[in-house]
Nanobody
């Protein structure tokens, strides 16, 4: 099993920045990729970003490309999501997820999920 704990969410004004963290524990040697997803009320879970655990290959959803940056610290088993130029449309619960194979944008491909952290962007 892999446990994931997100932190760093909060309330920010439009145009501001936040950095989310996701600390992994347990059988982290089995993790090959970690992703960030978000879900706003009444909407489906949306892919935000993904990073491969060893090669550092990254991918981003179209709505965040150029504004968000995903990174990892293997020594700390932690993945980060730097969110810049935040917009009210970015308001959602942000989830960290992990999987044991190649990076993917589909939520159903991920085996492990964190509890989520709320991000609210005011206009």
């Amino acid at each position: 099993q892999v446990q994931l704990v997100e932190s760093g969410g909060g309330l920010v004004q439009a145009g501001g920045s936040l950095r989310l963290s996701c600390a992994a524990s347990g059988r982290t040697f089995s993790v090959s990729a970690m992703g960030w997803f978000r879900q706003a009320p009444g909407k489906e879970r949306e892919f935000v970003a993904v990073i491969s655990w060893r090669g550092g290959i990254t991918g981003y959803g179209n709505s965040v490309k150029g504004r968000f940056i995903i990174s990892r610290d293997n020594a700390k088993s932690t993945v980060y999501l730097q969110m810049n130029s935040l917009e009210p449309e970015d308001t959602a619960v942000y989830y960290c997820a992990a999987k044991s194979s190649t990076p993917s944008q589909a939520p159903g491909d991920y085996s492990y999920w964190g509890q989520g952290t709320q991000v609210t962007v005011s206009s």
